[in-house]
């Protein structure tokens, strides 16, 4: 067996383990509903983050409206699970294909943005999706989409999650993967090298956008109503701390920021009028100390400290 | 046999004729030089031959089809790759990455099969690793293939950005100022590499210099520009003997 199957293999079944040690804990009663609630949204803050790093970290392309893509994904899923009575994987898979077309629709135009422009467009983008849908009565309006049925589990979440850190993981390191890097660092010299960056831009924008919405779907299902206002500019701007934080192009990065924020703000749930000046002060720590974010472009197992721990092979 | 043509090929910006009937032909294999004064518009032909610009008027054919209209990365499909007089390297990446994006048009398998990891995946990345470093070794970079490249030197920035190139399997290659920032040594060093990877490789190159040891040392036929016009072409011997190149690198005084 070749040695990037190898590696794969051992990431998988360590996550097995690690997913084998937490059923037992919450079917052992060790841990309660609140941590099982707190795993379930941690599962989806990180496959929003690094869905979204796909974007803004690998692509270097500077989305806003990712919680936008979420809502999509979050209503068409509910719609079809309770009106319909469609399975709950068809539904998941239904709400990330319809989030990921409309990336398709939005990111062909808005792409030929840069830097600022292309941040205040995604921005727009985020809002008008959930004002339109505020302003749908069939789904709700502001009042929100009620008696959603109750599927999503810890169980669910993990292994969506696997997935979609594997399909981003692999797809990273491929020849479309790099043609993404390459884009972030150098657009022109991309295209001189042959990359079609418009498609690549386009193709990360689709795949990030379809993903947050399967995380939609998983974030409907948790509780009985989902409402617009769970979709705000303010969710994205989250979403985008989580990257930020753990290093715009790192997978293990977006994971390590996802559980930063999430347990920060399991936390502070008593406090909720600080969690907001937390936030900012963490924020602004980091951007003084370590402005590549915790991980920078590096992924945990290249860190020189972990090759150590590792006994220090290469 | 014509490998590249250019007719009457003219650039405006606003009101300013940066290029003018600017007419170029060369042939498969050759190895021909572009220089002139700074301001001629000699990276400006190179943009509008690598599509970056598209010509105001004027026609561009490489391989017996016309160029114009196509964006840059078609162009580099179609067969012809270039460095660049400002380095654009992707700087933070390590040096190998740099060539493996390079291959990127010449990868088949698909976006499914690197996400499942499918047919042929292990087999292309293997051959793209193995060829990678073939070139690297070429460029004597390949003890440095970890590297990020922005931290390499200089010249080794600038080879590292020809092995980039050739990465693509051009048919034409086009240096723009490759020996820029180099000393005597390392210009020798890069005259006898671009005069090897020609041979080896089948190139036909065309290439911008200011270092006239180089551009007379090793190219077959030289073209000169200035204010975005052709003013001589030739041989070296005849350009260096050429009446109007003399005016315009030394002052119409020169030879009233």
């Known amino acids: 067996m070749n040695r990037l199957r190898m590696q794969d293999m051992k990431i998988l079944v360590a996550s097995l383990v690690l997913f084998g040690i937490l059923m037992a804990l919450l079917g052992g009663g060790v841990l309660g509903a609140f941590w099982e609630f707190n795993l379930i949204l941690l599962g989806i803050n990180i496959i929003m983050s690094v869905s979204l790093n796909l974007i803004n970290g690998y692509t270097g392309q500077f989305s806003l409206g990712h919680a936008g893509f979420m809502a999509i994904g979050a209503y068409m899923s509910a719609v079809l699970t309770t009106n319909f009575q469609v399975p709950f994987l068809g539904a998941l898979i239904a709400g990330g294909l319809a989030a990921m077309l409309l990336g398709l629709l ?117 509780f009985y109503i989902i409402n617009p206002t769970s979709f705000t ?20 990065g977006s994971i390590a920021g996802a559980v930063v924020l999430t347990g920060v703000s399991a936390a502070l749930a008593d406090l909720p009028e600080f969690r907001m000046i937390i936030f900012s002060l963490v924020l602004i720590l980091l951007m003084f100390y370590r402005p590549q974010g915790l991980f920078g472009y590096m992924e945990a197992a290249d860190m020189k400290w972990i090759k150590r721990l590792k006994g220090g092979r290469k | 046999m014509e490998l590249l043509r250019a007719q009457n090929v003219s650039k405006m910006f606003g009101g300013l004729k940066a290029v003018s009937d600017f007419d170029v032909y060369i042939n498969k294999g050759e190895l021909v030089g572009l220089i002139g004064p700074n301001g001629a518009g000699k990276t400006t032909a190179f943009n509008l031959l690598t599509g970056v610009y598209q010509p105001t008027t004027g026609s561009i054919d490489f391989d017996g089809k016309s160029l114009v209209g196509l964006k840059p990365y078609e162009i580099t499909q179609r067969g012809i790759a270039r460095t660049f007089q400002n380095i654009r390297l992707f700087s933070e990446l390590s040096v190998i990455d740099n060539v493996k994006i390079a291959h990127h048009s010449h990868v088949k398998y698909g976006v499914m099969e690197s996400v499942f990891r499918l047919g042929r995946y292990f087999n292309e990345e293997a051959e793209i690793e193995h060829e990678a470093i073939e070139l690297l070794k070429i460029f004597k970079l390949d003890d440095k293939k970890d590297e990020i490249a922005k931290n390499l030197p200089y010249g080794a920035q600038r080879r590292l950005e020809i092995a980039r190139a050739l990465a693509a399997k051009p048919k034409l290659l086009l240096l723009d100022e490759p020996a820029a920032g180099m000393n005597p040594q390392e210009t020798q060093e890069l005259m006898q590499m671009i005069r090897w990877i020609r041979e080896e490789f089948g190139l036909t190159v065309l290439l911008i210099e200011h270092d006239m040891s180089l551009v007379m040392g090793i190219c077959e036929r030289i073209y000169v520009l200035e204010y975005g016009s052709v003013i001589a072409r030739g041989t070296p011997q005849e350009i260096k003997n050429d009446p109007e190149v003399i005016r315009a690198y030394l002052g119409g005084e020169a030879i009233n």
């Open chain 1, 233 to 252: 500019f303010m969710a994205s701007f989250n979403y985008l701390i989580m990257v930020v934080l753990g290093g715009l192009g790192s997978i293990t």
């Open chain 1, 106 to 222: 939005i990111g062909l135009p808005t792409l030929r943005l840069r830097g600022d422009y292309l941040a205040i467009a995604t921005l727009g983008l985020g809002e008008i999706i959930r004002i339109t849908i505020m302003n749908i009565q069939y789904v709700g309006g502001a009042a929100g989409f009620m008696g959603i049925p109750h599927k999503t589990t810890f169980t669910w979440v993990f292994f969506v999650m696997l997935f979609v850190l594997f399909f981003v993981k692999n797809f990273i390191n491929s020849s479309h993967g790099r043609a993404c890097i390459a884009v972030r660092e150098n657009e022109i010299a991309a295209e001189a090298m042959g990359i079609n960056t418009t498609k690549y831009k386009v193709m990360a924008f689709a795949i990030g956008a379809g993903f947050a919405g399967v995380a939609g779907g998983l974030f409907a299902h948790c």
